[in-house]
């Protein structure tokens, strides 16, 4: 969720906002060139990362849900990849290209209820139960009675779905599991000031060179190759003015509603709505998902998740930031040996964005580790010490 993936799921706390950049090419270049050096701010297509894409479709009691996927890979076990709140499959393009020269694997990138080009009738029911079931709806659909083997990788609040996924069995090909930076103890302690994170990033953008541009000197994506195709999946061209919920309009925040019946109102609601078309001219791109609205499923996300996690008797990896993430549980377990973990400096909290080659050798060393998958290219792993 971009300024909500920072600190909320995503255990990255207010207090410690991500730095504009830093670390080598793939933690983010300078933010200031030179003159005569301007950077390309310029979106990229999927299709220069992913070989496909496709809409899966979930019948259900109210209809059809369609479920879009992007994919890579034609041999190999499944690595289904969960991307966080607010973001899209598309946040996985740079890192799917980096794991797929790696190791033999096929990838599903998707785009959860809600976000990217996902289709459901209930968008606004990113409960984690609908959305576990989402997941084994789609596997179902893809792949009928006999799915390949699957591990699931999930980022922030995709790493709290797919921890629930796997805890209540909705796969049941399921190899192993990789959260990414994502931890109960510190993602709690954040929800309190999600909602400040989210109104302190821009409601609009002029163009998506324009949104591109703002995600990397922010800081929300430190590497520009990967701002450049995931943030087409985060926002979209401002639509209508209105919504399901009544007539009210968006402008830079401000949800306005019309009250026709109040004297005087009609004039002051049609300044409003030639207002709205003016801000909407100027600033044709707005966020695909409001996150503010799903603050009543951040607390079910992410409560009891370290324990759910432990308790999954598959093979685990957890990638962090930093390890200051770890709470009790979790530090705990990981001195058990419960699972393997290991942390990259010099990220912010889209991990899998700003360092994607570090986070591809990590998994691929792990499938290889656990004998899931066979190196290819003449990768060699790299074990690590934690």
């Known amino acids: 969720m971009s300024a909500l993936e920072k600190s909320m799921h995503l255990g990255r706390l207010p207090s410690r906002p991500p730095l504009p950049g830093n670390g080598g090419n793939q933690s983010g270049a300078k933010m200031r060139m030179g003159p005569g050096r301007k ?3 310029s979106p990229v297509s999927w299709s220069q990362y992913f070989e496909s894409m496709e809409d899966v479709e979930i019948q259900n009691e109210t209809g059809k849900d369609s479920f879009r996927v992007y994919k890579s890979g034609s041999e190999g076990p499944v690595l289904l990849l969960l991307h966080g709140g607010g973001h899209s499959a598309l946040s996985w393009a740079v890192f799917t290209a980096a794991i797929i020269s790696r190791v033999q694997c096929r990838i599903v990138a998707l785009d959860l209820r809600g976000h990217g080009e996902t289709k459901v009738k209930n968008s606004e029911d990113l409960s984690a139960e609908t959305m576990a079931k989402d997941i084994g709806n789609v596997v179902e659909a ?46 709690m302690d954040a929800l309190n000031s999600m909602q400040n994170f989210l109104r302190g990033r821009p409601k609009t953008f002029k163009s998506l060179e324009n949104a591109i541009e703002w995600s990397v000197k922010s800081g929300q994506i430190r590497n520009l190759e990967s701002a450049r195709v995931s943030m087409v999946g985060q926002v979209k061209e401002c639509e209508g003015i209105t919504s399901p919920e009544g007539s009210k309009s968006v402008v830079e925040g401000i949800i306005e509603e019309d009250e026709d019946d109040e004297e005087g109102s009609e004039s002051v609601n049609k300044r409003k709505k030639e207002d709205d078309m003016e801000t909407k001219k ?35 990896l957890l990638l962090l ?42 998994v691929a060393t792990f499938l290889i580790r656990n004998r899931f998958a066979e190196p290819i290219g003449g990768f060699q792993c790299v074990f690590p010490g934690c």
């Not at 044709?284 to 999954?312: H, M, Q, V």
């Open 282 to 316: 100027d600033h044709p791109y707005t966020w695909r998902i409001e996150l503010a609205k799903t603050e009543k499923y951040w607390d079910g996300w992410f409560r009891g998740l370290s324990n759910l996690f432990l308790s999954c008797t598959i093979p685990k």
């Open 39 to 41: 950077r390309d701010f």
């Open 321 to 362: 930031a930093g390890v200051d993430r770890l709470d009790k549980d979790l530090t705990i377990g990981q001195m058990q040996g419960k699972f393997q973990m290991q942390v990259l400096p010099q990220c912010g909290h889209a991990v899998h964005e700003d360092a994607p080659d570090k986070v591809a050798e990590a």
């Open 142 to 187: 893809m792949y009928g009675d006999l799915p390949p083997p699957i591990m699931l990788i999930g980022h922030s609040m995709g790493g709290a779905i797919a921890v629930h996924t796997a805890a209540s069995n909705l796969v049941p090909s399921l190899l192993g599991l990789c959260v990414i930076d994502v931890v109960e103890g510190t993602a």
